[in-house]
């Protein structure tokens, strides 16, 4: 009797870790919310500092992927990453921007339900490609060059079937400290350098 009084305590000790154990990895992982989406849309931009006579960009088509994960039950954290074709007409080629960066994504409290809204913001890096074009019997070579940009917007989803939904954004961004040919008045290539963009992108968000 006394062996088994001795025992009591060591047992349930090992079943209270066994329990701890066992609920303590569906406890994280209950706590652990991220994000990811994919959207599609449309984007205009503003050329600044444009030569005399040259036309500013006109809308291009666009696609971004975004991802967040949820340091606070409104604040999430995360990057993005997209690419967009800008059109300028006349004798000017199209021009290829790729850009990504990190971005913060703040949830609104309301409305509640299946419909969800949120501010966003960032810091990120974009390239830009003017492709080659020609200029009667003159060819003109593509040019490339980079800047900094700062992204931000507003954001709504609505929720189809978890964890899917129906998102939108609403976003612009403004850059600075451009580099490259590209962006240089005495290139044949230059068409203005990026000083504001606004872009309307929809998608499928998965909510986790």
């Known amino acids: 009797m006394l062996s088994s009084r001795r025992d009591v305590p060591g047992v349930r000790v090992l079943v209270l870790v066994s329990l701890c154990l066992w609920l303590f990895p569906r406890t994280a992982d ?15 931009r503003v050329l600044g ?20 994960v949820a340091l606070l039950p409104l604040v999430r954290v995360g990057g993005y990453f997209g690419h967009d074709i800008s059109p300028v007409g006349g ?18 409290p309301w409305p509640r339900g299946n419909l969800r809204a949120w501010l966003f913001a960032g810091f990120g890096y974009a ?21 900094f940009e700062v992204p931000f917007g507003l954001g709504a989803s609505y929720k189809l ?7 939108a954004e609403l976003g612009g961004r403004t850059a600075f400290g451009y580099t490259g040919s590209v962006y240089e008045a005495s290139s ?3 068409a203005g350098k ?7 992108t929809v998608g499928i968000l998965a909510d986790l």
């Open 188 to 190: 044949p290539a230059f």
């Open 49 to 68: 500092d444009r030569p005399a006579g040259g036309n500013d960009a006109g809308f291009g088509p666009v696609g971004q992927l975004t991802g967040h």
């Open 127 to 147: 390239g830009v490609y003017q492709r080659s074009t020609v200029h009667g019997p003159l060819v003109v070579d593509g040019a490339g060059g980079s800047s």
């Open 194 to 200: 990026d000083r504001f963009a606004i872009g309307l």
């Open 91 to 108: 004798d000017v080629s199209a021009r290829d921007l790729t850009w990504g960066g990190m971005r913060v994504k703040l949830m609104s």
């Open 30 to 44: 209950a706590q652990i919310h991220w994000d990811a989406s994919a959207q599609l849309g449309v984007m205009k």
């Open 161 to 167: 079937r978890k964890p899917w939904e129906l998102c």
